[in-house]
């Protein structure tokens, strides 16, 4: 049987173009955003991938995202669960602050602590570590049990709620996922096996 996860970020928001610490703010996908989704959708298509079940998180980017990538693979109707669980990590005070700024402000190595760091908390805000708090246990209980099941899933989601669950996926150190950087509208093809450990990992990006 068929065990099918595939992961996705959001296209480019206007948030990220703007350079701004975005979390649980929600702007709208850019222009380029579409384009990135719709490509994502595409290529997935062209690969023969069709899915049972999307979930996206309750931000309207990721939702947008999902949207389009299940328009271009003629799936629009699909059943979709959307769930602040998959939100982005929520950035606290820093939301809406440009990056750079932040940069000149804190000095670098404190905004990539902020940023990167497993355990570090932005002011007001959640780390990597409590945003694995967050996905891993939704993972678990309703994602999980649906690929387990044989259900083709497709999550569209954010960049650190999706670092957070592959940082749990691919059994990544904190120091790797440090560096890890996802990039914008690219599908993650997972096939996991009986023990619901991860078999194979592909980036669907050409
Ligand atoms: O601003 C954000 O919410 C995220 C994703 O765009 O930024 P970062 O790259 O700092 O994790």
């Not at 690969?47 to 931000?59: H, I, M, N």
Request: net charge negative; proline share 4%; glycine share 10%.
């Amino acid at each position: 049987m068929e065990r099918l996860l595939v992961l996705a970020r959001h296209g480019q928001s206007d948030w990220n173009k703007k350079n701004l610490f975005t979390g649980w703010k929600d702007p709208e996908l850019t222009e380029l955003g579409v384009e990135e989704a719709q490509l994502g959708g595409r290529r997935l298509k062209a690969r023969g991938y069709q899915f049972d079940v999307a979930f996206t998180s309750a931000l309207t980017r990721a939702q947008h995202t999902c949207r389009i990538m299940l328009g271009e693979l003629g799936q629009e109707g699909l059943p979709t669960i959307a769930d602040a669980a998959i939100n982005e990590r929520d950035y606290g005070d820093l939301a809406g602050l440009n990056k750079d700024d932040a940069r000149a402000r804190w000095g670098e190595e404190q905004v990539f602590l902020w940023r990167r760091s497993y355990d570090v908390q932005p002011p007001g805000g959640e780390s990597l570590k409590d945003t694995v708090a967050r996905v891993l246990p939704y993972y678990i209980r309703e994602i999980l049990p649906r690929v387990m099941r044989g259900e083709r899933v497709l999550v569209a989601a954010h960049g650190n709620s999706l670092r957070a669950l592959m940082m749990v996926l691919d059994g990544m150190t904190t120091e790797e996922v440090s560096k890890l950087e996802l990039p914008t509208g690219i599908p993650f093809v997972y096939r996991l096996g009986e023990d619901t450990r991860v078999i194979s990992k592909e980036t669907i990006d050409q």
